[in-house]
Structures are given as C-alpha cells and as structure tokens.
C-alpha cells in the first residue's frame, strides 16, 4: 500500500468513529466491569484527563502553533495492597481502561466519557476517584462530570516536581542536601499529607539577597495551598487508592505520541483529531475496536 493510501484510510476511520462518538452513539452492548476493591473492600472506578503537544504544519508547509489534544480515560487500576489482603486482585491482573482522544471541547469530551463510563458500569462502582496533575480546568472538568461522591487525587509525582525545583533553587551544587530535603519532604507528604507539608514549607528559612530563591519558593507554596483539598495522601494510600496519574500520562504517549509525535512529524487540525480518535479506540479494550470495524453500534 502506498503511504497516501494508508493517510486515507486511516483518516477516514477515525472521521467515521468521530461521527459515530458525536451522534451519542457506542460500540456494542453494557459491558460492565468488575471493579476492584479497595482497602475497605469499596468498589472504586477512576476518570482521569490530560493534554499532550502535537506539532502542526501549515498549508504550503510551514511550520504552524501546536495543538494540544486531550486523552481522557475511565480505568479500572490493580489497587496497590500488600500480597495477603483479602481484597487484593491476582497477581496478573491487569488494568482496564476506555480512552477518548482528540482536539475536544471540553464540554462534549465529557458527554462522551460519561457515555463510555455508564457503558462500563461506572454506575456501580461505590467509590469514583478522580485523579489529574495541576493543569488548568481539570478539576473543574471531573467535578462537572462526575459528581457523585467524587474523590479528587492530585498526582503525587507533579507534587513532587515543584519541591524538586524549590530544593534546586536553595542548594544548587549540593546534591546530598538536595536529595536529603526532598527525602524528607517526600515522606512528610506520604506520612502526614499536605498540610503538615505546608507548615514545614512555611517555617523554611531561606537564604537572604537571592530573589531566584524567593521566586521559586512562593511558587511552591502557592501551589501547595491551592492543592490541599487535593493532598490528603495518607488516607489516599491507607485505602489502597492510586495516587499518581501515570496511567493517563503513559495514555498520552500510546495514544497519541506513539503515532503522532514521531521523528519529523508535524500534522493539521483535522488529520490529528481523526488519528487521536482512532488511537484512543485502538488502545482501549480489543473488544472496542473489534467492533468498530465489524460496524456494531447501538
């Protein structure tokens, strides 16, 4: 097959799944999962949302501003219990996920992945969990669109991103005190949450005439207090509950980076929605693409 065969099939499959997706329709029948349990043996299902940067090309082949597509995903994770709990899964079980993907209004993204989650039986689950790094209109996106009891997650590891950039700006050459601080706060963190976070950041002295140092540190702590609704990590882990968003952030490099973001690439609008809509299909359940190519929809 010629390569502009292959551009035209595979953009017409994903302007036909775009279609399908916008006419509030879905692939096959209920399809309910058996959702984990966590620690207190609660039914939990989990929605998270990121964005990731696509390289665009202009008409005539210019260089163009890059889009970023959002990847959002309902999942059913392996909870993270020790071996011997009464509620942990066997050990090969896997993670189950749907995916959505593509250059989205926010507002029809989420008529769509309340669709796929009430495919799934999100319903049923006793606890949803909502789980996102710090960018901006996430939270709001999951409150909006799921409720019910909702349990938002700030994921740890962006967390820990701005400490390690507050423990650069105050040893820059000292790498054991770096590693040091960020040890201890770290455990701070897992052990006592966000709060106690906060009043050791607010009780740190910091070095006097150097305003980089300053600058970094009320970023931090502006961060921190925004977030602490959020930063509750050791009831987070007692339950077993997932508090990093690495299945979402791994979501954005194999739905969309693994395709779209290769050596060279640069793409337009309309080529990178219909991609990112075929890939969050191809990445979800086998099921889900099965079905889309044998035409069952309801």
């Known amino acids: ?58 008409f005539g082949g210019g260089a163009a501003e890059g889009r970023m597509p959002y990847v959002a995903m309902i999942f059913n994770p392996v909870p993270d219990l020790p071996l011997g709990h009464p509620h942990r899964p066997p050990v090969r079980t896997k993670m189950q996920a749907r995916y959505l993907a593509g250059l989205y209004d926010l507002d029809e993204l989420g ?35 799921f409720p019910r009891d909702l349990v938002l997650i700030l994921d740890f590891w962006h967390v820990t991103e701005y400490l390690g950039e507050l423990s650069k700006a105050l040893y820059p050459v000292d790498e054991d005190r770096r590693q040091s601080l960020m040890t201890s706060w770290c455990h701070t963190l897992k052990h006592e949450g966000g709060q106690a976070l906060l009043g050791e950041l607010e009780k740190l002295e910091l070095p006097p005439r150097k305003p980089a140092v300053r600058e970094q540190y009320e970023v931090t702590l502006g961060y921190v207090r925004s977030n602490l609704h959020r930063m509750d990590y050791p009831t987070y882990l007692a339950n077993g509950w997932c508090i990093g968003s690495g299945s979402v952030e791994s979501a954005c490099k194999t739905v969309v980076g693994q395709r779209l973001k290769l050596a060279g690439m640069r793409w337009r609008e309309p080529g990178t929605n219909d991609m990112c809509h075929l890939r969050a299909l191809f990445r979800s359940e086998t099921t889900q693409w099965d079905l889309f190519w044998s035409r069952s929809v309801n």
């Not at 097959?1 to 035209?8: A, I, K, N």
């Open 1 to 58: 097959l010629s390569e502009s065969t292959v551009q035209r099939t595979s953009e017409a499959a994903g302007q036909r799944l775009d279609q399908l997706l916008l006419e509030k329709k879905v692939l096959g029948g209920p399809t309910p999962w058996d959702w984990h349990k966590d620690a207190r043996g609660r039914t939990c299902a989990y929605a998270s949302i990121d964005a990731t940067g696509v390289r665009q090309q202009a």
């Open 111 to 145: 008529l769509q992945l309340r669709r796929q989650g009430g495919q799934v039986g999100m319903n049923r689950a006793e606890q949803w969990i909502g789980l996102t790094d710090g960018g901006n209109g996430l939270e709001s996106f999951l409150r909006r669109n």
